[in-house]
């Protein structure tokens, strides 16, 4: 295993060592990945007898999430499932930030003023807008998913994960490297292996991962209006009156990727009533990280995005193409 993350295994050992009550926080709009690397934290920190708790704050869930939870009660699995203010925080406790690392993406910006003892772990390119106070903090980008961070630290540990869980952390893995096809390695090979080993039911995992078919249709119809430009580059656009997640542009550039001859795609929407979001992806011998600096925004080599302001979506797509264009 790399050094630096078995440095972090063992900080982050000793740090909760010191504590005894420990909050796990997911990122606002909480996924799969997010929910799967908090549960498998619970599951070691409930074994170390701590008081553990998994803060979800929002009341509306992507649907994959709400079948987790569902089964999680069905199957009484005892997890401590609170909203912020249904927890009591004080400086004696620790907060474990999973599997994001900007202050934006915070469900609830409130936690940050009830304790300063704050560790992140996550997996996202970094970012400027960083969360400030933290006594540790692990961001590996290279990794597929936390869920891949939390399970490695979870076997050196020895723990047990229980059959269940061990489902969702497949299906959080699964949904961050769609199906395996991006950011995947031997590792996260490894790692898929490792928890169908622990009782991870793959049929489990596609109905964990089942789509609501409105929001399937909605993401085709962007698909449908596909522009290929230069033959590689395939750039879409949402709608104008439709206001879209990052996520969403994500998986929508992502999709792109599939088809033939394309080797980088974008896809350009609402973020915000006033902010457009461009997600951009390649296979690898477009480098759309610089294409997205061009626009002030940043990334990888192959995962890269930005973000316009006041301006129109088709000014946005313009301005995109004078950069393709050029290249
Ligand atoms: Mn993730």
């Known amino acids: ?141 290279e990794a597929s998913s936390t869920t891949e961070i939390i399970y490695d630290f979870l076997m050196e540990k020895k723990v047990i994960i229980p059959n269940y869980i061990s489902t969702v952390m497949l299906a ?15 590792k996260t090979h490894e790692v898929a292996a490792g928890l169908t080993k622990c009782g991870a039911i793959s049929k489990e995992v596609q109905y964990l991962l089942k789509e609501d078919l409105k929001e399937y249709i909605s993401m085709q119809k962007i698909i449908f209006n596909t522009e290929i430009v230069n033959k590689i580059f395939a750039i879409t656009v949402g709608k104008k009156t439709e206001i879209y997640s990052k996520e969403q542009l994500a998986k929508i550039a992502d999709s792109l990727l599939q088809f033939d001859e394309i080797e980088a795609s974008f896809c350009i929407g609402k973020i915000n009533s006033n902010i457009i979001g461009i997600s951009a992806r390649s296979l690898g011998n477009i480098d759309v990280e610089k294409i997205m600096n061009k626009l002030n925004g940043g990334g990888h080599l192959t995962d890269a995005a930005c973000q316009m302001y006041n301006i129109t979506l088709d000014k946005a797509k313009e301005e995109l193409l004078k950069i393709i264009k050029k290249l």
Not at 84 to 99: F, R, Y
Not at 172 to 186: A, M, Q, R, V
């Open 1 to 141: 295993m790399k050094i630096r993350r078995q440095k972090f295994y063992e900080k982050f050992t000793n740090i909760i060592n010191e504590f005894d009550k420990v909050i796990l926080v997911p990122h606002s709009e909480i996924d799969l990945d997010a929910l799967a690397a908090s549960l498998g934290l619970y599951v070691f920190l409930s074994a170390m007898e701590k008081e553990v708790y998994i803060n979800i704050d929002e009341e509306n869930k992507e649907l994959g999430v709400r079948r987790a939870l569902e089964k999680i009660n069905k199957l009484n699995l005892n997890i401590n499932i609170n909203k912020l203010d249904q927890i009591s925080i004080s400086e004696q406790s620790l907060i474990i930030i999973v599997d994001f690392h900007k202050k934006e993406m915070a469900q609830n910006k409130e936690i940050f003023k009830l304790c300063k003892n704050i560790i992140i772990i996550d997996h996202h390119i970094e970012n400027k807008e960083h969360i400030n106070n933290y006594i540790l903090k692990y961001i590996d980008d």
């Open 172 to 186: 959080g893995l699964t949904l961050d490297t769609n199906n395996f096809t991006i950011k995947t390695s031997e």
